[in-house]
């Protein structure tokens, strides 16, 4: 995923082919900062959306699921 993230809007991911009923951690990366937690669906799928901080500074930032 690439693209523009604005300091204070929201962000959704989606993800598939996860084990279903696991629980994933969606992180905002250069200093992790935690937006979101999702359960995987019984489909193996998950959509959530989290909240960029207004602190977040400029830069390349990377969005990882754990």
Same mark, same amino acid.
């Given at each position: 995923?690439?693209? $523009?993230? /604005?300091?204070?809007? #929201?962000? &959704? *991911?989606? @993800?598939?082919?996860?084990?279903?009923? +696991?629980?994933?951690?969606?992180?905002?990366?250069? $200093?992790? /900062?935690?937006?979101? #937690?999702? &359960? *995987?669906? @019984?489909?193996?799928?998950?959509?959530? +959306?989290?909240?960029?901080?207004?602190?977040?500074?400029?830069?390349?930032?990377?969005?990882?699921?754990?």
């Amino acid at each position: 995923m690439a693209g $523009d993230l /604005v300091v204070g809007g #929201t962000i &959704t *991911v989606t @993800g598939s082919a996860f084990e279903p009923g +696991t629980a994933v951690v969606i992180e905002l990366r250069s $200093d992790p /900062v935690q937006l979101a #937690t999702a &359960t *995987v669906g @019984g489909d193996g799928t998950f959509s959530v +959306t989290g909240t960029i901080p207004s602190d977040t500074p400029a830069g390349t930032h990377q969005i990882v699921v754990m």
